[in-house]
């Protein structure tokens, strides 16, 4: 039977019990999960199909409790007073306290003084979209602590209720700082090795410039040999006194000529120093004078002396120059007056400081600045100081060579040279010269100038500089002694056997060719036994050096010396020999009235040189044979030819015109070089020949031939 159709009331009625009830319900759930959020109950009770369930509050946020209490960040609650509510484990473990003590307690008690602004600004500026920052924790220990926190905001009751995450930056911060300890020493390294970089270039590009103008030195002097050579002949053959002056004034400006190509020469290095253990403080009050009428009265000069200054080794000569010219420099850089300052010091170069300065080298120094109050350079013009030919002085006013020069004689004497300047703050220019043992205690001038009138005797002079070994047998020729002279030990030994009237050798200690002066000297000793010995170096400072083997000492004459110095040597050296008296001086006469002229192979590849030399010859009574410009030719010459000397240029067109040599070394003939460079031969075994340094005069061609012919007259 089927159910009884509900009447409409009674559905209606039926309907709105329903929606009641479940108005009811839900009314119901709204309040418990309001009750929820509000904290009012900590469990509520949920009927269903399988019976009564219970959900405290601290089962719903179990999850995120243990999440919380388990990540590695700081988590930490605080109300609008700063008063901690709750913190994690952690954060406790950054602290170093209990949770006990931490919680209930202010925040601040854990900040420093100097942070708590920033965190009373966090806490109170974190109103709606929270805030975040970074400052101090002090740990229970002491100890602090940097830390990152970032507040949220909640609101209940209206209170805020700040929730912090706090981050430990301790290993970012040591990341951090190795990081930057790591990009210091990268930017370091960088800027080390650009440094180095700019070093090098400027080295490489100064001796790349030192080439260029030796070179253009050379070429230089060639031509002014053609000039000088050819003047002079003239002059010797003027008849017209009144032209004389004109010859004069050419001759004189083409010395100046070859004083500039020797300013190239410094520059490059190549020049001849006479180095010696000096003392620059007992040179300055010399060359105060010079210097005081140079820079004018419009200019206050001061030596500073520094104290207890040690010896450096330099040519004296080169260095007084050096420092003329920077007081020069410095008075053109003063025009309305101003001061000038010289300085010296002690100065020690480490490698650290070495890899820093151009050219230095770890060592002692001695170092005498110049320092003016004038102008100043910007650091472009500071760049380009010391290259030749670079100036900026009005044209006709400066060569450009000035400071170069000085450059070229500081590096050849093994030290460097630095220079400071800028604009309206003056320069300083410091020249560091090498350290130098002193020389010993020098005797009264007057005690020790010997009779120059009782010389006489055969000295043999061995040096293996051309330029010095000249000198030399000039100043003992003057002295009145018969000289010879030799280049190396074994032609000296040679020269022994030829010459049983050699009354004394005078041999200088450093030697190329495997035998020092010391190893000639004591051959000498065991072959000649009454032949003086004398020996002379610029290398010790001592007076004597011992001999073992024959148990006899040499003395030692130091370089540099003077001619006084010489002659007391040569003289004291002559009477502690034993055996036979010095002989009489004997000269060989060349080009005489009756007597053969001299054969004389000539070997120069410049035509209009060539030219001007064969005028020497001819004006001096010699026979040229040549002028010989190839180097074929010239080796067929030397084979063929009957000859008495030669004279050779170094260099034909680019080759060296040593086979030549090598010709006449067999045959027995004399021979000079002839060179622009202003060197002598680079091969140690040709060292020791004498070199005509372009452009040379006739008087000087005139000695050197007249002592190579001297020499073969006399073997």
Sequence with gaps: ??????????????????????????????????????????????????????????????????????????????????LVLYCNHRFTAMLG?????????????????????????????????GGRGEFTLVREDGATLPVHLSFAVLASDGERILCGIVTDLTGQRERNRELAETNARLQAEIAERESAEARLRQVQKMEAVGQLTGGLAHDFNNLLMII?????????????????PLIGHALSAADRGARLTGQLLAFSRRQDLQSRSVCINSLLPALAPLVRQAIGAGIAMEIIEGEALWHCCTDPNQLENALLNLAINARDAMPGGGSLRFETANVTVDADAAAILPDARPGRYVAVSVIDTGEGMPPDIVERALEPFFTTK??????????????????????????????????????????????????????????????????????DDADVRQLVVSLVAALGYSVLDAADGATALEMLDRHAAVDLVFSDVAMPGGMSGIDLAHQIRRRCPDTAILLTSGFTARAQVHDPA??????????????????????LALEQRPGLAPSPPSAVLIGETGERQPRVLLVEDELLVAM??????????????????????????ARSESLDAALLDISLAGTLSYPVADVLVARGVPFVFASGYGLPPDRNDY????????????????????????????D
């Excluded at 004498?690 to 040379?696: A, D, G, I, Q, S």
Aim: hydrophobic share 40%; no cysteine; net charge negative.
């Design 687 to 714: 060292s020791g020949i004498p070199t005509l340094v372009k452009p040379y005069r006739i008087s000087q061609l005139e000695q050197v031939l007249a002592g190579l012919i001297r020499k073969t007259a006399s």
């Design 228 to 244: 000088a050579g050819n003047l002079q002949l003239l002059e010797a053959r003027l008849t017209d006194e009144r032209l004389a």
């Design 612 to 637: 001007a030399v064969q005028e020497m010859f001819d004006e001096l009574g010699y026979e040229v044979v040549g002028p010989v410009a190839r180097l074929d030719e010239a080796i067929a010459a």
């Design 97 to 129: 306290y209990s949770q006990e003590r931490v919680v209930g307690g202010a925040f601040h008690r854990f900040v420093p003084g100097e942070d708590r602004a920033t965190v009373d600004w966090l806490i109170s500026s974190s109103a709606e979209a």
């Design 1 to 82: 039977m089927l159910p009884r159709p509900e009447s409409p009331d009674t559905a209606l009625e039926r309907l709105q019990r329903e929606n009641v009830e479940l108005r009811a319900r839900l009314r119901e759930a709204e309040e418990t999960l309001e009750a929820i959020r509000q904290g009012d109950v900590d469990a509520v009770v949920v009927g269903g199909a399988e019976g009564h369930q219970v959900y405290t509050l601290e089962n719903a946020d179990r999850p995120y409790r243990m999440l919380i209490e388990q990540m590695q960040e700081g988590a930490v609650t605080l109300n609008a007073d700063g």
């Design 394 to 463: 009005e044209i006709g006013k400066g060569s450009g060579l000035g400071l170069s020069m000085i450059y070229g004689f500081v590096r050849q004497s093994g030290g460097h040279l630095t220079l400071e300047s800028a604009p309206g703050k003056g320069t300083r220019v410091s020249l560091h010269l090498p350290w130098a043992e002193p020389p010993p205690a020098e005797e009264h001038a007057e005690d020790r100038v010997p009779s120059r009138q009782a010389a006489s005797g055969t000295v043999l002079v061995v040096e």
């Design 550 to 571: 024959l148990a006899t000492t040499f003395p030692i004459l130091n370089k540099p010396y003077r001619h006084e110095d010489l002659a007391e040597a040569l003289q």
